[in-house]
């Protein structure tokens, strides 16, 4: 397998009310690829974001849930989500 570049590990920001909430916190939420870790994650977030800094980052696998077509049975792809926490001197990240 190919190494992962940065613009490669994170997909798209994850636009729920939820998420809205904790960017009060500087908590930012983002799908990732599968494939990437913690410390690839932070490097994506500060090459991606110019002025930002990383405190922690925090990972969720999502399993692919069952989905049915009639007699055929099967899954949908699985997940991996991210929760980027920012240094309170970090520049905030502008999604909108």
């Not at 983002?30 to 110019?50: H, S």
């Not at 405190?55 to 969720?60: Q, S």
């Not at 991210?82 to 999604?95: H, N």
């Amino acid at each position: 397998m190919a190494a992962l570049e940065y613009y490669d590990i994170i997909l798209k920001p994850v636009v729920t009310e939820k998420s809205m909430n904790i960017m009060e916190g500087k908590k930012y939420t983002f799908l990732v690829n599968p494939e990437a870790n913690k410390i690839q994650i932070k490097e994506a977030v500060e090459k991606m974001f110019e002025g930002t800094k990383v405190a922690k980052v925090n990972t969720l696998n999502a399993k692919g849930t069952k989905r049915r077509r009639g007699m055929t049975v099967g899954y949908t792809a699985k997940t991996k989500k991210a929760i980027v926490t920012l240094t309170a001197d970090s520049k905030d990240i502008e999604l909108f």
